[in-house]
């Protein structure tokens, strides 16, 4: 299913964004990626860079792959599954 702005809902995109590189579209305008503050790692949510300011971060570079779940900041399979993909490719 095609979200807002072109990406496809579910998928794994290389991305430009201010904290962090691999993000899974939303279906929603938003990308779901690993952050990293003062020491802990978890899930956050940044938007579409063509929503504008201030809260348009994102700019997907490549797609890179499907993931298979619900795409939320509450779904510790995609932690895990983000998780993965930053061994592989770092």
Same mark, same amino acid.
């Given at each position: 299913?095609?979200?807002?702005?072109? #990406?496809? #809902? &579910?998928?794994?995109?290389?991305?430009? #964004?201010?904290?962090?590189?691999?993000?899974? #579209?939303?279906?929603? &305008?938003?990308?779901?990626?690993?952050?990293?503050?003062?020491?802990?790692?978890?899930?956050?949510?940044?938007?579409?860079?063509?929503?504008?300011?201030?809260?348009?971060?994102?700019?997907?570079?490549?797609?890179? &792959?499907?993931?298979?779940?619900?795409?939320?900041?509450?779904?510790?399979?995609?932690?895990?599954?983000?998780?993965?993909?930053?061994?592989?490719?770092?």
């Amino acid at each position: 299913m095609k979200a807002k702005y072109g #990406c496809e #809902c &579910g998928k794994l995109y290389e991305v430009d #964004c201010r904290n962090f590189m691999f993000a899974v #579209c939303d279906g929603d &305008g938003g990308f779901i990626g690993i952050r990293y503050k003062w020491g802990d790692r978890f899930l956050d949510k940044e938007y579409d860079w063509e929503q504008g300011p201030p809260h348009g971060t994102v700019k997907p570079i490549r797609e890179m &792959g499907q993931f298979d779940g619900e795409v939320n900041e509450d779904n510790d399979e995609l932690f895990k599954f983000l998780e993965s993909v930053e061994r592989e490719l770092k």
